[in-house]
């Protein structure tokens, strides 16, 4: 893979951005990692840098292609989220399929499950 932002070959490095509720991998090389973690300190922005990367000077290896966006033990909330996500991507696949009472199923435990998150804030 070449890095997004300077187009070095071979980088093996990545951060993700999750927006809009879709998480995207971006391929970048140590340098431009290192750039990006001078202007977020400059700004005043290392928290999310830290957050959106998950590397940070200091820190031995920053994530690496296939390694997984978020790490599995997540507040509770994040937890719920990724479930109900999982949730809808299932109820498309069997609506895709024509299974229509695993979809109805599947429609009906997000149902419950929006609310929970609902209620919860998160």
């Not at 879709?22 to 300190?41: D, F, G, I, R």
Request: charged share 30%; with cysteine; proline share 4%.
């Amino acid at each position: 893979m070449k890095c997004q932002f300077c187009n070095k070959e071979k980088v093996d490095r990545v951060f993700y951005i999750n927006w809009m509720g879709t998480v995207y991998q971006v391929p970048v090389c140590s340098e431009c990692l290192q750039k990006m973690w001078n202007q977020a300190a400059a700004s005043g922005r290392t928290e999310e840098f830290k957050n959106y990367t998950g590397w940070w000077p200091g820190k031995r290896d920053p994530r690496h292609f296939g390694d997984r966006a978020f790490p599995e033990e997540a507040v509770p909330g994040l937890i719920r989220r990724r479930r109900l996500s999982a949730l809808k991507l299932r109820l498309q696949e069997a609506a895709d399929m024509e299974n229509y009472e695993e979809a109805a199923k599947l429609r009906d435990d997000i149902a419950v499950m929006e609310k929970e998150v609902c209620a919860h804030g998160n």
